[in-house]
C-alpha cells in the first residue's frame, strides 16, 4: 500500500464510507497526498449511488490540527513559492468540494480541530463535537491568516466572534462550537462508538434521518463559567471596530474602566501576533460577510500566493521558523507595527498575482449550493 492510502484509512460499511484521517503522530496534520487522497474519495463517492453519506474522524486524540505547512516552508526556503501555493490549491479545492457536496459529511470532531481541519469539515453538513474538542484558527501567530474558507464561515458566527477567533486564535471547547454554530451536535465521546454503529445501518442521503440519529446521542453541555461566548458583550463592542488598531484601543478602553484578566490576555496575544497578518486578517473575514463560499475561496487563494511570495512582508516564513522549526516563540515581523502598514500593503495581498504563467484558484462547476448549516445561522 502507498503512504496515501496509509495517511487516509477507508472503512466500507453497508452505505456509509468513513474516512479516517491517519497521521496520529502528527496530529493528523493534512499532507500533499492525504489532501489528494480526500479529493479522489470525495469525488469517487458523489458517484456511487451505493454511498448514502460520508463519515470523517481522526485516528488518536486529534481530528486534525491544520495543514502540514512544514513542508510548505521547506519549499519557500528553497525559492520555490509557486510549489508551496499548489498544496493551498489543491487544499482549498477539496474546501469547495465539501461546502457543495451533494451527500452529507458526518464530522466526528474529537480532539483537536484546527486550521486546515476546520477546512476539512466546518464546510460539511453535520459536524459532532465532543468534551474533548478543542477549535482554533491560529494562523495570525504564524504570519498566515484564517484561510480554507474561514474568511466564509468565521464572518458567519454570531455577532464579531468571528472576528476575534480570528485574529487572536483563541480556542474554543465543544460546548462553545454547539453554542455559536461551529458544531451542529455534542455527543460525549464515550458514546461516539454507539452513535456510528447506529449510523452504519442508516439507507439514507436524508439529512432528517441522520440528524435524528445523531440527536439521539446528543446532549446540551454547560459552558464554562470563563467562556469567551459569554463575554460577547466586549467581543462584538470592541471587534465590532473598523480597523485593528481600533479594537486594540477599544479593549485597552475597556481595562482601563475596570481590570480585567481576560481583556488584558487578549490584548496580549493581539499585541505579539503579525501586524499584517491582523491586517489582512480584519479585511478578510470582513469581505467574507459579504461573498460566498467559493469566492471566498478564490480570493484568500490570491492572499496565499502573495504570503509565499513575501514581497511585502516574510512573516509566514518567520512565524514558521520561530513557532515551528527553531521553536525559540520569539519571531521578528517585519513590518514590526500596525501603524508601519499602508492601505497600500494590504491592498496588494487582495490583488491579481502579477505572473503570465499564474492562474487564480478555478474552482469546479458544481450543482450543489453550500450545505453547511452554519450559512443559516
Not at 273 to 295: F, T
Amino acid at each position: 500500500m502507498g503512504s496515501e492510502e496509509d495517511q487516509v484509512l477507508v472503512e466500507e460499511k453497508q452505505y456509509v464510507r468513513t474516512l479516517v484521517l491517519n497521521r496520529p503522530r502528527q496530529l493528523n496534520a493534512l499532507s500533499f497526498q492525504m489532501i489528494s487522497r480526500l479529493l479522489e474519495l470525495f469525488r469517487a463517492y458523489e458517484e456511487d449511488s451505493n454511498v448514502k453519506f460520508v463519515v470523517v474522524k481522526g485516528k488518536g486524540r486529534a481530528f486534525c490540527a491544520g495543514g502540514d505547512v512544514a513542508a510548505v516552508v521547506r519549499d519557500l526556503n528553497e525559492g520555490k513559492w509557486k510549489l508551496g501555493a499548489e498544496f493551498f490549491r489543491k487544499e482549498f479545492t477539496l474546501n469547495y468540494l465539501i461546502a457543495t457536496y451533494c451527500k452529507p459529511q458526518v464530522s466526528i470532531l474529537n480532539g483537536i480541530v484546527m486550521g486546515g481541519g476546520a477546512g476539512a469539515s466546518i464546510h460539511g453538513r453535520f459536524r459532532v463535537a465532543t468534551e474533548t474538542s478543542v477549535f482554533a484558527m491560529p494562523e495570525t501567530a504564524l504570519g498566515l491568516f484564517p484561510d480554507v474558507g474561514a474568511s466564509y464561515f468565521l464572518s458567519r458566527l454570531p455577532g464579531f466572534l468571528g472576528e476575534y477567533c480570528g485574529l487572536t486564535g483563541s480556542r474554543l471547547d465543544g460546548a462553545e462550537m454547539l453554542a455559536c454554530g461551529l458544531a451542529t451536535h455534542f455527543v460525549p465521546s464515550t458514546r461516539l462508538s454507539l452513535l456510528e454503529e447506529d449510523l452504519y445501518k442508516v439507507d439514507s442521503s436524508d439529512p432528517v434521518i441522520i440528524s435524528e440519529v445523531i440527536g439521539k446521542y446528543s446532549q446540551q453541555p454547560h459552558l464554562k463559567e470563563k467562556s469567551a461566548y459569554l463575554r460577547r458583550d466586549v467581543i462584538d463592542k470592541c471587534f465590532s471596530q473598523r480597523t485593528v488598531e481600533d479594537i486594540l484601543s477599544a479593549l485597552e478602553r475597556e481595562v482601563m474602566k475596570k481590570p480585567d484578566d481576560w481583556i488584558s490576555a487578549t490584548i496580549q496575544t493581539l499585541r505579539k501576533a503579525s501586524p499584517m497578518s491582523l491586517k489582512i486578517s480584519l479585511r478578510s473575514i470582513r469581505e467574507g460577510r459579504l461573498q460566498g463560499v467559493g469566492q471566498c475561496l478564490v480570493r484568500e487563494f490570491r492572499m496565499v500566493c502573495h504570503v509565499m511570495k513575501g514581497e511585502v512582508s516574510k512573516d509566514f516564513a518567520e512565524g514558521c521558523r520561530a513557532l515551528l522549526l527553531d521553536k525559540d516563540k520569539n519571531p521578528k515581523w517585519k513590518p514590526s507595527k500596525l501603524e508601519l502598514i499602508s492601505d497600500g500593503m494590504v491592498n496588494q495581498y487582495f490583488s491579481k498575482v502579477d505572473d503570465e504563467e499564474w492562474e487564480d484558484l478555478k474552482l469546479p462547476a458544481r450543482s450543489n449550493l453550500p450545505v453547511s448549516a452554519i450559512a443559516k445561522l
